[in-house]
């Protein structure tokens, strides 16, 4: 089995995944809330609840981060999760389990999961638009996920769109997400 995780500014997710088959066993939610080591903490009880519930062995772990989740791992910064910065979280997470972890940006993998199993399927060019704490976006061009040097592509939220607008809580002025997430309404 393996397990996958989406965590967002609010929530951690998990689903316990049958491979062969794509069917989801099981289900769990948690809070994201904390620094790195209390949401790594938070991701292994998680993994052990689903696979006890369901006497199965994970085998593997995908992590979906909102945020700067760079391929090695590390969670450079994650607006929505201010507590984690330059954390291993998927270093950390992969030897509290002694499984493999991939992590990758959330938006970024609800692009891929939307071309290769929703809407998208069979689409060679794609946006995807993740609306939660903040916006997160990805992209699939030529039918390959676009991933950038290190990871990062596709963090539209944070494109400005009023030079003059508010500042929003990461400092940046005017960003889309600022006022897509009502901020803007007072």
Do not use: C
């Not at 062969?20 to 809330?33: K, L, N, P, Q, Y």
């Not at 508010?166 to 997430?181: F, M």
């Amino acid at each position: 089995m393996i397990v996958g995780f989406d965590v967002g500014g609010t929530n951690a997710r998990g689903l316990l995944i049958e491979p062969s088959t794509g069917d989801i066993v099981d289900h769990h939610r948690e809070s994201s809330a904390g620094e790195g080591p209390q949401l790594l903490a938070t991701l292994v009880s998680m993994v052990k609840e689903l696979a006890g519930r369901n006497g199965a062995e994970v085998q593997a772990v995908g992590l979906g981060v909102a945020g700067l989740a760079h391929r090695s791992g590390v969670i450079h910064y994650s607006p929505n999760l201010p507590d984690i910065v330059e954390y291993p979280l998927g270093t950390e997470l992969a030897g509290a389990l002694d499984v493999p972890v991939s992590v990758i940006n959330d938006a970024t993998a609800g692009a891929w999961a939307e071309a290769k199993l929703g809407a998208g399927r069979g689409s060679e060019h794609l946006v995807f638009v993740a609306l939660g704490t903040g916006i997160g976006t990805g992209f699939v061009v030529d039918g390959r996920l676009l991933l950038g040097a290190n990871g990062f592509a596709g963090e539209s939220g944070h494109i400005q769109v009023r030079a003059d607008g508010p500042a929003h809580h990461t400092g940046q002025r005017g960003p889309w997400e600022y006022y897509a997430s009502g901020s803007a309404l007072g």
